[in-house]
C-alpha cells in the first residue's frame, strides 16, 4: 500500500514560485511513476508533470514546461515540483499521484506518456493571484 502526502501549496502573486513536496511510503519496489496532477473548480484533472523513478526521466505537460520542474529526493523519499512563474491559471489543487505496480482507471497524457495512477495523495491547494 502506498501512501502519499502532499505538502507545500498556498497563495502566491503571478510570476511567484513555490515548490510543493509529497511524502511517499509503502513502495518497496523501485520502478514506477509518480506525478503530479491538477484539478481547477469546473475543470477535469489534468496532469502536470511525472518522473520514473529508475532513471528520473521526466515528463511535462506544455503548459508548463519551462516553469515546472519535477524531482525526487530519494534518500527521503520526496518528490517535488518546483514551480516557477506562476500564472493565475496555474490556480488548482494539485496532488501527488504513482502508478505503481498496477494501472488506476483513469489516464492521462502528460508530455508524451500516458499514466494511469492508482494511488492518489489528498491535495494541496495552489492559488496564484493577478
Known amino acids: 500500500q502506498v501512501q502519499l502526502v502532499e505538502s507545500g501549496g498556498g497563495s502566491v502573486q503571478a510570476g511567484g514560485s513555490l515548490r510543493l513536496s509529497c511524502a511517499v511510503s509503502?513502495?518497496?519496489?523501485?520502478?514506477?511513476?509518480l506525478g503530479w496532477f491538477r484539478q481547477a473548480p469546473g475543470k477535469q484533472r489534468e496532469g502536470v508533470a511525472a518522473?520514473?523513478?529508475?532513471?528520473?526521466?521526466?515528463y511535462y505537460a506544455d503548459s508548463v514546461k519551462g516553469r515546472f520542474t519535477i524531482s525526487q529526493d530519494n534518500a527521503d523519499n520526496t518528490l517535488y515540483l518546483q514551480m516557477n512563474s506562476l500564472k493565475p491559471e496555474d490556480t488548482a489543487m494539485y496532488y501527488c499521484?504513482?502508478?505503481?505496480?498496477?494501472?488506476?482507471?483513469?489516464?492521462?497524457?502528460?508530455?508524451?506518456?500516458?499514466?494511469?495512477?492508482?494511488?492518489w495523495g489528498q491535495g494541496t491547494q495552489v492559488t496564484v493571484s493577478s
Open positions: 499521484a504513482a502508478a505503481y505496480r498496477a494501472s488506476g482507471i483513469n489516464y492521462y497524457f502528460i508530455g508524451g506518456i500516458q499514466m494511469r495512477p492508482n494511488y
Open positions: 509503502g513502495a518497496t519496489y523501485s520502478s514506477y511513476y
Open positions: 518522473i520514473y523513478t529508475d532513471g528520473g526521466i521526466t
